[in-house]
């Protein structure tokens, strides 16, 4: 219910609901709502706090790794990213979007042309055409990344 608040734009309701299922029992899921609440309101550093406490609430979550790492990288901290997708990797070392993004936030905060070709190389595999287009862009707004490479990563980016 929490989630058809938010999508209504009724972004305090929502947070309230959040509350309020707190109040019976905290839960990862509650967390996750929070977070994609203050997502949505522009909030990074609330959005954060909610995916370390939903990953307290279930720390073998590779996915909670991973969304809190994208956050990280929203906010330029990417070698925080880089630790953050190193732990999902660890209970879920095949996750072909978990590795992309790790070889994303790689290439961005080292610059290295090896973590851009691994990119270029797992992105037909992300499911998510929205997503592989963020790591690409996360990615090539980088430095010193060649050149050809960086093209043929945005050729990657949409299709």
């Known amino acids: 219910m929490a989630i058809f608040l938010r999508a209504c734009g009724l972004t305090d309701a929502s947070l309230a609901l959040c509350d309020r299922a707190d109040a019976v029992e905290p839960v990862t899921m509650t967390e996750v709502v929070r977070a994609g609440t203050w997502r949505r309101l522009g909030d990074p550093g ?54 992309a993004a790790g070889a994303a936030y790689r290439a961005r905060l080292t610059g290295r ?30 430095p010193d990344l060649p050149p050809a490479l960086v093209a043929e990563a945005r050729a990657l980016r949409d299709g």
């Open 46 to 99: 609330r959005t954060a706090a909610a995916f370390e406490r939903a990953l307290v609430l279930d720390p073998a979550n590779w996915s909670l790794y991973l969304d809190l790492a994208d956050v990280r990288a929203e906010q330029g901290d990417f070698a925080a990213a880089v630790r953050l997708v190193g732990r999902g990797l660890e209970h879920e070392p095949a996750e072909v979007t978990l590795r």
């Open 113 to 142: 042309a090896e973590d851009l070709r691994e990119l270029i190389a797992l992105a037909p595999a992300v499911p998510a055409a929205g997503y592989r287009g963020l790591l690409i862009d996360h990615t090539c707004a980088g």
